[in-house]
């Protein structure tokens, strides 16, 4: 609930009681026809691919340590093999090693997750240059376990109907109320084309306007439909 009224609060630009309307949530069982919006109903799918579905699986692993351990040592890879500069790379690997894999780890990933040969091989590389996939073959392990139960019972939980209602928000009529706009990205001889923020997924999107007076003026209707 909690992070519901933060993400209200965020897409709503302090205009509660207006925007809180605009956002409210279906009920439940309303919501079970969203389950077919996902190619599959997998991890990949579910979480993986979905800003709000990473988030709420986070908040559902976060109630066991276990998974609360997996799921930030899958966080904390993804991060460091998608945007860790060269130069910062051995330094944040070692981090990672030191948070969730050396045995006085304060969020150490469960025994059976870890294979010593596996782990060995880590710690070597840890003493030289760090490659960017260091950790792909235990964060594969991790990401199987994670989709195999704890998955299964995160679709049933409340955690899910959660991201169900996100979808429905998603799915609702674009109108003048669904994005936000921020700046102007550039300027054409028809209109502008500005940054948006979806007010429901939070996903940002480039919005072209047009001015429809310049579109008459310049007899462009034909490639404004092309458009």
């Known amino acids: 609930k909690q992070w519901y009224q933060r993400r209200v609060a965020i897409t709503a630009g302090g205009r509660s009681r207006k925007w809180k309307s605009l956002m409210k949530f279906a009920e439940s ?3 079970q ?6 190619p599959e109903l997998n991890y990949e799918n579910v979480v993986q691919m979905s800003p709000i ?3 709420l699986f986070t908040d559902f692993c976060n109630q066991t340590e276990e998974l609360k351990c997996c799921n930030k040592f899958l966080n904390d890879v993804d991060n460091y093999e998608k945007m860790a500069p060269e130069e910062q790379r051995l330094s944040l690997a070692q981090k990672i090693y030191a948070e969730c894999l050396c045995d ?4 150490k990933l469960p025994d059976h997750l870890l294979d010593k040969e ?9 003493l030289g240059e ?6 792909s073959v235990i964060a594969g392990a991790v990401r199987d376990f994670l989709s195999g139960d704890p998955f299964t019972q995160y679709m049933e939980s409340k955690f899910f109907i959660r991201q169900l209602q996100w979808k429905q928000l ?13 700046r102007v990205l550039g300027k054409g001889g028809f209109g502008e084309v500005c940054a948006t923020q979806s007010r429901a997924s939070g ?3 480039a919005e072209k306007k047009l001015n429809k007076k310049r579109v008459k003026k310049k007899k462009g209707e034909m490639m404004a439909l092309n458009e």
């Open 29 to 31: 069982e309303e919501v």
């Open 33 to 38: 026809i969203y389950r077919k919006e996902f």
């Open 53 to 55: 579905g990473r988030l």
């Open 104 to 107: 006085e780890a304060d969020c």
């Open 118 to 126: 596996k782990l060995k091989e880590v710690e070597d590389k840890l």
């Open 130 to 135: 760090s490659p960017r996939y260091i950790y």
């Open 170 to 182: 998603e799915k609702k009529p674009i109108g003048k109320h669904t994005f936000r706009h921020y």
């Open 203 to 205: 996903k940002m999107y």
